[in-house]
T-cell receptor, first 114, second 113 residues
Framework: GQQLNQSPQSMFIQEGEDVSMNCTSS?????WLWYKQDPGEGPVLLIA?????ELTSNGRLTAQFGITRKDSFLNISASIPSDVGIYFC??????????????FGTGTRLQVTL | NAGVTQTPKFRILKIGQSMTLQCAQD?????MYWYRQDPGMGLKLIYY???????DKGEVPNGYNVSRSTTEDFPLRLELAAPSQTSVYFC????????????FGPGTRLTVL
């Protein structure tokens, strides 16, 4: 099946710094979704991307749908302590022919120090 | 809207016991999903449903069963619990079709001893 590789696996940053993470796929995606999971909670949708080259912002978060359609990027500007969590990328499993099932990446764990 | 709700929040089972994890959504979503998340890992799809009366296997269906008698509810059944089923279980829902945006419940943390 498809694999989504996220990097970095984890990162420690200082409050106020900008953060960049990415997700790459072994095959073409038509949709990229970015989720955040707080400790002990379910994932929450942050940004959805539906078009190659699309750049979408949600507050301090900006995500881009890569031109090759095999990657996506998430940036967080001026990080704050509540940005701590695990960030997952996800996309529909094209191998099954349905747009409804998602494949999730392995996650990027973000920790913010004061 | 309450969104996606799951019960119970925590449960400890003995090997061989059975239980049902409940999931309900009030967003009138057609599609519903069950995932498991092992420590430090991503989400793996167990079963999904595209509408009442229709279910299908995901990536890791062995040891589980589901039913979808209404649009709102999608329970997950464990018949003979095994230690390998110790995990956090998440239910999600979406409109489906071209809209892939899935909304998740808070999860059920299950331990099998």
């Amino acid at each position: 099946g498809q694999q989504l590789n996220q990097s970095p696996q984890s990162m420690f940053i200082q409050e106020g710094e900008d953060v960049s993470m990415n997700c790459t796929s072994s095959s073409i995606f038509n949709t990229w979704l970015w989720y955040k999971q707080d400790p002990g909670e379910g994932p929450v949708l942050l940004i959805a991307l539906y078009k190659a080259g699309e750049l979408t912002s949600n507050g301090r978060l900006t995500a881009q749908f890569g031109i090759t359609r095999k990657d996506s990027f998430l940036n967080i500007s001026a990080s704050i302590p509540s940005d701590v969590g695990i960030y997952f990328c996800a996309g529909p499993d094209a191998n099954t022919g349905t747009a409804s099932k998602l494949t999730f990446g392995t996650g990027t764990r973000l920790q913010v120090t004061l | 809207n309450a969104g996606v709700t799951q019960t119970p929040k925590f449960r400890i089972l003995k090997i061989g016991q059975s239980m049902t994890l409940q999931c309900a959504q009030d967003m009138n979503h057609n599609y519903m999903y069950w995932y498991r998340q092992d420590p430090g890992m991503g989400l793996k799809l167990i079963y999904y449903s595209v509408g009442a009366g229709i279910t299908d296997k995901g990536e890791v269906p062995n040891g589980y069963n589901v039913s979808r008698s209404t649009t709102e509810d999608f329970p997950l059944r464990l018949e003979l619990a095994a230690p390998s089923q110790t995990s956090v279980y998440f239910c999600a829902s979406s409109y489906g079709g071209l809209n892939n945006e899935q909304f998740f419940g808070p999860g059920t943390r299950l331990t099998v001893l």
